[in-house]
């Protein structure tokens, strides 16, 4: 847990040749001893985590809103960068991190025993969710 401290705060204070001097001090190697020995190692560290869905990227021509000298509108390549939605929905829900979280069927939730006020706080406590449960059930779709 405290290499997973060290390794966050690499990540987020020092550049890549920083990272490198620091685990190469000899209080670092000496007396931290981290599994990593240099950035490189570090890197590949990081890279065996687990990970989501893959990123692909996308050229794109958009039209922008100026013109050029001869009155032309301008285009401009960008990069999209998208990862597939339902590989990141079933990474989400194959998550054992988040099992004691998710809600798959609505809910009627209330803030008193007698259930005469209703609480709707979410997207499964609200009465959207509780037709579209319906239809849904019903093979209406």
């Not at 001090?25 to 990593?36: A, D, R």
């Not at 001869?70 to 829900?93: N, S, T």
């Amino acid at each position: 847990r405290e290499e997973w401290g060290l390794a966050e705060w690499l990540v987020k204070s020092l550049g890549q040749t920083r990272t490198d001097e620091f685990l190469k001090l000899p209080i670092t190697q000496n007396q931290m001893k981290p599994s990593f020995h240099n950035n490189r190692s570090f890197l590949q560290k990081v890279d065996e985590l687990p990970h989501g869905a893959a990123w692909s990227c996308k050229k794109v021509n958009v039209q922008g809103n100026k013109t050029d000298e001869k009155g032309q509108i301008l285009h401009e390549d960008v990069e999209l960068w998208m990862r597939d939605p339902v590989e990141c929905v079933k990474d989400l829900i194959g998550n054992p991190l988040f099992r004691d979280h998710m809600v798959y069927a609505p809910v009627r939730a209330y803030k008193d025993p007698a259930g005469l006020h209703r609480v709707i706080d979410d997207m499964w406590t609200a009465d959207c969710s509780l037709v579209c449960s319906l239809v849904l059930s019903q093979g209406m779709f």
